[in-house]
């Protein structure tokens, strides 16, 4: 499985891990193929498809040109053809071009065919700040997809899902929308590959608690563990839920949690306004409100247009202003 | 036009005079073109008929295909049974050549469905009405048959090639031109068939290309051809050639169909507050049918009871459309849940179980408040 994939235990970074979990697909189905720019003798800008070329030819993973619109129109093209298309949108502020034919086609195709065609395309996209990228390299477009009838949305926070939830994603006849929390690209863990996973469209309890639930997701994951840990030295018992699947959202386990709790925080980078907090909200609020203490209290990007990198330390949330929203939930 | 201009090819003139060309020629004999000219006739009835259909107000709207009969048969015909079609909405005679049901192209104007053809049997994949995104999805299907190794390889019953469909207006389009570079860069079997029809809604051809635009597909790399839209002969000979040329393994063409919008871009459309009569009257001089009957009664090919059979036969498919469309049904809201997704998701399941539930409670009448909590 190449130089660097996992045994049954290994530690690997995340994206090492997405290799692995790639390498894996390419090697199950011969359909699946890779098209991306620069994803094929460079390896992508992260690496993430490093030797994938090498190993499996310039027909399955694919130097596209240079012309976003076009790697995911001629991905709907292939999957009509049987194909499993897997396309790598370099970053996250480079989707847009690709707007019309994913919201337009990719996630109305199946719906407009009455169920007759499939639209099984992954489009893979490095996401989020905290990198002191120039502009448009650091953003978390993730609540257009999430809006989006037809589109299923999925992040992963560390290696284990990472390696995981790629292959999960490629298998899925729906078409997934696959963020990648690019700052946390070169975090590693141990990932044993006997341990079964669990399903794609599920969130899981990174941290259990009692006092207060934490939703966070992709790279926030990190950042709210190490809130939690903080609150836990003042006594305050936090669970922390990965969402992990952002369309559909996995209301069930995050009810579950707050109904024990009675307080909710949501945590993410991108801008609070309309973001997945805001659905969050509204769901807890519909189903939890006879167990709510407190209203649920969201802690995002500010609604500017993602800054100078040089301040992007203060516009993302950090350990200290996830820790204020604790406090001020729990002050109810 | 047909004089006028060299860089159109031409067999057939508007008079009806067979002419020859030093690099295309038409490959049928007399039944052949008496074929094509029953399909242009029956596909300007189905035509003339949806009009009148919306109209009266049976159809939410029609995009006309009135005029350009000869470039959709012609190239419709010019396919082999592995060829697959990627339309614009306007491709009615394309969609008659490969055995879509009429009916099936009026349930999208109607608003019974989005498309109720299936496109795998019939080869003639969905409308797509935003303007050019099909063509990529044309080019990225022929890198498909390209990757399943279905080209070259000599068995002409094997080797497959895409016919992408756009107008003129489409050739602004981003999408197009990335369709361009993608089919050119990786050498795909498609054939980009563009119709020029003059006019984009109310935007003539001058505002969208300042060169004839088959010329543009030389700064892409491969060759473009213009032939006359309305020369159904003409058509099929270069559409055969080049969709020859994709199968063999040659790459792409870029066709430009000259042809003219006899009719309004679409049925909420009106043509008189942006262009002249006159341009309406030096077009119908060119009609493609007109043109065949022409040469198929000088030449005694066909007589009058050929045509008056064509006409009765034309007059049935009116009958069946018009019952057929009164018949369809409406489709069922709670029922289109079931297809927005393979693995339906638990939130959506949830929501057509309510607006199921909410719905009936109607019906029964025991509709209350409470069953309007989600």
Redesign the interface.
Known sequence: MGTEAPGKTSKITLAKALNAGLRRALEADPKV?LAGEDIGKLGGVFRVTEGLQKDFGE?RVID??L?E??I????????????RPVCEIQFDGFVY?AF??IV??VA???????????MPIVIRIPSGGGIGAVEHHSESPETYFAHT??L?VVICSNPIDAYWMIQQAIA???PVIFFEPKRRYHEKAELDTTIPPIPL?SARVVRPGTDLTMLCYGPMVKTCLDAAAAAAEEGRSVEVIDLRTL???D??TIVESVRKTGHAVVVHEAPTNLGLGAELAARIT?QCFYSLEAPVLRVGGFDIPYPPSRVEDEYLPDLDRVLDAVDRSLAY | MSNGDPELVQLLTPEGVRIDHPEYAFVGDDESIKGLYRDMVMTRRLDTEATALQRQGELGLWASCLGQEGAQIGSGRAMNASDVVFPTYREHGVAWTLGVDPLQLLGLFRGVDLGGWDSLQTRFHLYTIVIGAQALHATGYAMGIERDGLVGTGDPERDAAVIGYFGDGATSQGDVNEAFIFASSYNAPIVFFCQNNQWAISEPIERQSRIPLYRRASGFGFPGVRVDGNDVLAVHAVTSHALERARSGNGPTLIEAYTYRMGAHTTSDDPTKYRLADELEHWRLKDPIARVRAHLTRTGAADEAFFADVESEADELAARIREGLLSLADPDLVQLFDNVYVEQTPYLAEQQRWYADYSTSFESGDHDVAAGRQ
């Open positions: 193929v027909h596209s040109p012309a619109s076009g995911i129109g001629t991905a709907v093209g292939m999957a009509l053809r049987g194909y071009p019309d034919q337009s086609q109305k195709f199946h719906f407009r065919s009455a169920g007759r065609q499939k009838p037809g299923k899925s006849d729906d469209h369309s559909p959202i209301t069930a519909e």
